[in-house]
């Protein structure tokens, strides 16, 4: 995998593109464009598109270098085919934790 593809993964497999430090702002349009959110519920916009089976794409900017990679629930076989690719490769390692995660929901 060449290319860092950083921001969120739709339930049906759409990526939307932000850099690490826009995902919250990207949360917010991709909701204003979905759906009818009020606006108290922008201010945890990841939340609300977390719990909608999105996917939050990350890396952290301190220390170890490593992918965060967030959702809540099961992952779609949409999900597991693009998000694969970022746990074979090696270059840049994700949370043990979320590797496991992967691994039970793609069957492994």
């Keep these: 995998m060449d290319d860092i593809n950083l921001g969120w993964l739709s339930p049906t497999g759409e990526f939307v593109k932000c ?7 990207t949360a917010r349009e991709i909701l204003s464009s979905i759906k009818n959110i009020p606006e108290k519920d922008m201010e945890c916009a990841d939340d609300v598109l977390n719990d909608s089976g999105w996917v939050y794409i990350g890396i952290s900017s301190l220390g170890r270098k490593e992918y965060r990679i967030y959702w809540r629930g099961h992952l ?33």
Excluded: K
């Design 76 to 108: 779609t076989p949409e999900q597991i085919q693009f998000l694969r690719p970022y746990f074979e490769n090696n270059s840049i390692p994700v949370y043990p934790y979320i590797a496991q995660r992967f691994r039970e929901d793609a069957g492994n």
């Design 19 to 25: 850099s690490s430090y826009d995902h919250t702002e």
